[in-house]
């Protein structure tokens, strides 16, 4: 392990790393968020989904720093209507927001690899159908996809739990996002096929689907790192955006979404801070996630080392 991670550090991509202000900048934010979120239990000072200790008197108390309003430091960034901490609402509201986020662009990686080398390297029919079919998902607007797979699925299970819920969203959202990612693999493996190594490999009798997972992927896995890590974020706003329509993350367990639709009740009543603190995270989030994509893409291009 620290070999790996000592020849990482000598490496282009890593001295790329260590001399991006940027990157590093928006390495350690998301490092923060996913700590934060998947420790949520430790970190958080409060479980803002045990009913037993909610307070209904503490509700809407203002951010900490604002005693004058009659803020409490037991409560840092305020309360909301039920008098759930904030601050916990935040923290356990990212972990589902990455939670689903992540499993939803692996889901689309899965996939869209999987059909982008099968249709580089047939060819043929199975290349027009799949990439016909690409094409018909891209004329639809990915929100309005996810909108109605998930509205769809709530209507079909009505009575689901948090597990179906959630595989329903996870679902939504990765029925438009593998596109991209067979697109792009697709034409890197209209290169990769034609080359001298996976001409030999066809001589000497080694099956396609050797030929695709042993030699084709690990060469057309560049593009698809960088446009996975972009699209962690985009599915995060995604979800965000399901939530705070009301389609999204159950809630019982809210997301970061379904927090800002909640606190936008109150906005014009003078809480703000219930919503703009889940908004805040959201923002973090996705913009430290962008930065970083946006540097793994350039420090992955051969032309700008």
Known sequence: MKTTL???????????????????????????????????????PH????????????????????????????????????????????????????????ASVILSVVVGVA???????????????????????????????????????RA??????????FGVLILSISLTGWVQYARTVRGSTLVERNKEYVQAARVTGVSSLSIMRRHVLPNVLGP???????????????????????????PTSPSLGTLIRIGNDYLFSGEWWITVFPGVMLVLIAISVNLLGDWLRDALNPRLR
């Open 115 to 153: 059909l982008g080398l099968l249709a580089g390297f047939k060819g043929g029919w199975i290349d027009g159908l799949l990439m016909r079919l690409c094409d018909v998902m891209l004329s639809f607007p990915a929100i309005l996809v996810a909108l109605l797979i998930a509205g769809v699925g």
């Open 156 to 165: 079909v299970f009505p009575n689901a739990g948090e597990s179906m819920a």
């Open 47 to 102: 479980n803002p989904f045990d009913l037993t200790t909610l307070e209904l008197s503490d509700a809407r108390l203002p951010p900490g720093w604002s005693t004058e309003g009659g803020g409490t430091w037991k409560y840092p960034l305020g309360t909301d209507d039920q008098g759930r901490d904030i601050l916990s609402a935040v923290i356990y509201g990212a972990r589902i927001s990455l939670i689903v986020g992540f």
């Open 6 to 44: 000592f020849r990482w550090y000598d490496s282009d991509v890593g001295h790329s790393f260590r001399t991006s202000p940027v990157a590093i900048g928006a390495a350690l934010v998301a490092l923060v968020c996913v700590i934060c979120a998947v420790f949520a239990a430790w970190v958080a």
């Open 224 to 250: 698809v790192m960088v446009l996975a890590t972009i699209q962690v974020a985009t599915a995060i706003i995604t979800e965000a955006t399901l939530s705070f329509l009301g389609v999204g993350a159950p």
